[in-house]
């Protein structure tokens, strides 16, 4: 009769409980242990990494579309207040007299008091229907009102449509100084006729100190771009000239319909991943935007990782001299309990030979009893 296998021999009856593949790698403790506990936690720690990665940029990408909100916010406060008061002078009989009489020096007193409840203007102008200029007023504590004095509207490279566009885009004042400037125009009525315009304009950097209290976050940057694509406010525009066109912009060129969108683009040498917050400033048609590169975006939460991977490497470490140790003990305990099996095989074949050795004397015995 053939002896039975080796795997055949350790093979459990059928019906075992315990699968015949688990007691094989239970033979193999760094095997067994690193399929039982370090394969699931392995797969539970990317999991868990995943999802709060997840959770995390929704979080930062929420506070992106919370400073361009609140940075459009403030600019629509700040232009909305101004066509206010620009509508209260506007419509004051007085005034609408002054403009019809081509009052200069009474047109010029309210234009002064209109700089004075709105400080942070550089310049009043009032203009008649044909777009001549009445008056003018500016800011003492920001140029020379005398010099201003007569200024077109808008200035000599704006484009101006006071009936549909209250509020310019941002266009060169002053060739000369590079100064840029957006105009806020409010008509002059006398009933249904049309007088004049009434117009204050504000210096880019007035619109861009507005928003220096809002920060999206570490290396990120909020900057405002007017209807036809040109830049109003960035905070690396320092050099006066020409507005600058950044329409090909990938925040810019984006299609915004709703409220605020989320752009995600490649910008820099080298290339980086970046997200912009996108808000448009109705009824301008400005957009302000807030953007942030993905590696500062995602960087606390990475640098919460690795703190993390250093307590679980700890721990592993630890738990590696633990299983080492088991292990050692548990093959001890194997190659003990090996040892007892093969004493116990030896004992019964020794126990086997005697009893087979005393059976010819008691068969021999028993004859000579029978005889």
């Excluded at 019809?100 to 047109?107: G, P, V």
Aim: hydrophobic share 45%; with cysteine; net charge positive.
């Amino acid at each position: 009769m053939a002896s039975p296998t080796k795997s055949s021999a350790v093979r459990p009856p059928p019906g075992w409980p315990i699968p015949w593949w688990l007691l094989e790698l239970y033979r193999k403790p760094a095997i067994f242990l690193s399929l039982v506990l370090a394969l699931p936690v392995t797969i539970v720690c990317v999991w868990v990494s995943t999802a709060n990665e997840q959770l995390w940029r929704a979080q930062a990408e929420r506070h992106l579309i919370v400073a361009s909100q609140l940075a459009g916010r403030v600019i629509q406060e700040e232009l909305a207040q101004t066509r206010q008061l620009e509508r209260a002078f506007a419509s004051r009989p007085d005034f609408i007299g002054a403009v019809r009489r081509r009052d200069r020096a009474s047109l010029t007193e309210d234009l002064r008091l209109l700089l004075q409840l709105l400080p942070m203007v550089d310049r009043a102008v009032v203009v008649d229907a044909a777009g001549r200029p009445l008056a003018s007023a500016a800011n003492s504590s920001r140029a020379d009102a005398a010099r201003e004095e007569g200024e077109p509207v808008g200035g000599a490279n704006a484009t101006w449509e006071p009936m549909r566009s209250p509020v310019s885009g941002v266009y060169l004042r002053d060739a000369d100084s590079g100064e840029k400037a957006v105009g806020v125009a409010t008509p002059v009525r006398d009933g249904a006729e049309q007088l004049g315009m009434v117009q204050v304009q504000y210096r880019v950097d007035e619109i861009a100190r507005w928003l220096t209290k809002i920060r999206p976050a570490r290396e990120g940057y909020l900057y405002v771009v007017d209807h036809q694509g040109l830049l109003i406010a960035h905070p690396l525009q320092l050099l006066p000239g020409a507005p600058k066109n950044v329409a090909a912009w990938p925040p810019v060129a984006a299609d915004v319909t709703a409220e605020a969108a989320l752009v995600r683009f490649t910008q820099g040498r080298p290339a980086r991943p970046w997200t912009a917050a996108v808000v448009l400033v109705d009824p301008y048609g400005w957009r302000v935007i807030s953007q942030q590169p993905d590696a500062s975006l995602l960087r606390p939460f990475r640098r919460l990782v690795c703190s993390f991977l250093l307590v679980i490497a700890a721990l592993a470490a630890l738990l590696a001299g633990l299983v080492l140790r088991w292990s050692s003990l548990h093959r001890a305990t194997l190659h003990l309990l090996a040892q007892q099996a093969r004493l116990l095989k030896w004992s019964e074949r020794r126990h086997l030979l005697a009893t087979l050795r005393r059976a010819p004397a008691r068969r021999r015995g028993t004859r000579s009893g029978s005889s």
